[in-house]
């Protein structure tokens, strides 16, 4: 399981922002604003989609790319 510092500031990173934002792992869709629906998901040695929509959503990418990235976490950033 990943740990408690990395879900935590990713689901404050993603609330800094209007836009959704959404991990897709496997066919599980997790809000990432939601830190109950990170602890279950996300782990470790996966690699996940992230949907963001909304205004500012280019802002919302780079700075969630940039979070997962700090913590080791690959992400694949879905451009649509």
């Known amino acids: 399981m990943s740990n408690n510092a990395a ?3 990713i689901s ?3 609330s800094q ?6 991990l897709q792992a496997e066919s599980k869709y997790i809000d990432v604003k939601s830190i109950l629906g990170l602890f279950t998901t996300l782990v ?5 989609d992230l949907h963001v929509h909304g205004q500012d959503a280019e802002a919302a990418k780079k700075a969630m790319a940039d979070v997962f990235a700090k913590h080791n976490l690959a992400i694949n950033v879905i451009s649509e």
């Open 7 to 9: 879900i935590v500031e």
């Open 12 to 14: 404050q990173t993603a």
């Open 17 to 22: 922002f209007t836009s959704s934002i959404v």
């Open 44 to 48: 470790g040695g996966h690699s996940y």
